[in-house]
């Protein structure tokens, strides 16, 4: 017997959940102090781990739909297509890959999670994803809208 969707309600939703915290600065002083691919950032714009953790409190969180930029501003580093994502974290070296299966296991098993916001530092009307790129894949792949700590003026 075959059945076509014409003759049911034929629905599919999804019932899974992340909650969006405020993110600890001090633990992402790895991300500023050794990422390779960031330092060209921080030096082009003059922005200091000072700095940073003196706007930190005054981000606020804002949705991220998937896309290079976070409301009009250019985010770079954030590889939001899923061809980035396939080479930057679905074939990661095993230790990368596997905090995100866990937090993928996670959601999968709970249908909801809490996780710290990933952080957007905003200077001169150009981002750079600071932390949380897992994060943010973890909700695009799910078809879901992230939130994302975004903290603006970097410079004085």
């Not at 002083?29 to 330092?39: I, M």
């Amino acid at each position: 017997m075959v059945f076509y969707a014409a003759e049911f309600d034929v629905k599919s939703s999804s019932c899974l959940t992340l909650f969006w915290l405020k993110p600890d600065i001090d633990e992402e002083r790895w991300e500023f102090f050794s990422h390779p691919a960031k330092q060209e950032w921080y030096l082009r714009h003059g922005v200091t781990w000072e700095r940073i953790v003196d706007r930190f409190d005054s981000g606020e969180l804002v949705p991220y739909p998937r896309s290079a930029d976070v409301n009009g501003i250019p985010v770079a580093l954030s590889y939001h297509r899923y061809e980035d994502y396939q080479k930057y974290l679905a074939r990661a070296k095993r230790g990368y890959r596997k905090s995100y299966t866990q937090i993928e296991d996670a959601l999968q098993r709970g249908g909801t999670l809490a996780l710290k916001a990933p952080i957007i530092l905003v200077c001169n009307g150009e981002g750079l994803l600071f932390s949380g790129y897992r994060r943010l894949c973890l909700a695009w792949n799910y078809g879901m809208v992230p939130y994302v700590w975004q903290v603006e003026k970097m410079i004085l």
